[in-house]
């Protein structure tokens, strides 16, 4: 008897946290963008405790090539529940903002040269080629959260992921008197214009140093790179880990301390 209660309540206790994960995920509202014919799909995180009468900080997390598509949810699989963690919604109240690229899109524009097995063995990135429709929707759509009234505007940051981490290199380079910092995640960019964020937008970089789908000489360049031009940055490689360093990442302790001590002057 004493031992058929325990499973019950084991089971109890299992169904309240597959539960609470659901409803976790759910506080993001499902949100659409339209912009001349195209729809960009996002998610939203109120702040905790949200009062109309204050202005918020604004995180936007940008998702890797995998989570392409159109059921905005797919952009959460990574990241997702690291924004819902209590100390981190308690400490540091924000709006974040997590958009979902539509298959055959991109957050930047660029040309990848991969081998057989998928690898990316080179890469462009021009800043003067048209951005892709999902990226012009997304700068749209901050233009008008910006204009809401609700969002601190000298307290803006983006991050992402492989596809997002060069989404955010090249937000930062073509938009750096938005941002506060950023911290971009095994992604890659035109290093070469890095001067045009450089001493403008703190960055915190993050890559695996096994990884096998964008070499983490992308990373090791911009390393170098802000280095010479003696910008504020950081610069983490976490050796033998592969493309999902994002889980290195979200466990790291003072990544949100770091980027809310930045503000816009």
């Known amino acids: 008897m004493n031992y058929f209660r325990y499973l019950l309540v084991c089971c109890s206790l299992l169904l309240t946290a597959t539960g609470s994960q659901a409803q976790d995920l759910s506080a993001f509202s499902y949100e659409s963008y339209y912009r001349q014919g195209d729809t960009l799909r996002y998610r939203l995180l109120m702040p905790v405790n949200y009062d109309v009468h204050k202005k918020y900080p604004l995180i936007v997390f940008l998702h ?29 109240p924000a709006f974040v903002l997590a958009p979902q690229c539509p298959t055959g899109s991109s957050w930047a524009p660029m040309k990848l040269k991969r ?46 992921l492989s596809m997002g981490g060069m989404g955010t290199f090249y937000m930062i380079t ?24 450089a001493r403008k937008v703190p960055v915190w970089i993050f890559h695996g140093g096994a990884d096998n ?9 911009y390393d170098t790179k802000l280095k010479s031009l003696r910008a504020e940055y ?15 990442v979200f466990v790291e302790p003072d990544l949100f301390r770091w980027l809310f001590a930045h503000k816009k002057k």
């Open 213 to 221: 789908v964008v070499p983490v000489e992308a990373s090791r360049a």
């Open 174 to 197: 073509k938009r750096p008197e938005l941002f506060a910092a950023a911290f971009p995640i095994c992604g890659a960019g035109n290093t070469e214009e890095a001067g045009r964020f």
């Open 115 to 160: 081998d057989s097995l998928g690898r990316i063995v080179a890469g462009e990135f021009p800043l003067d080629a048209p951005a892709p429709p999902a990226m012009t929707a997304l700068n749209s759509l901050l233009d008008s959260l910006l204009a809401s009234g609700k969002i601190d505007t000298k307290r803006v940051y983006i991050g992402g």
């Open 234 to 248: 950081k610069y983490t490689e976490y050796p033998g880990v592969g493309h999902n360093s994002w889980d290195n």
């Open 64 to 92: 890797g090539a995998g989570e392409r598509g159109y059921d905005n949810n797919a952009q959460l699989l990574h990241g997702g529940t690291m924004f819902l963690r209590d100390s981190l919604r308690n400490n540091y």
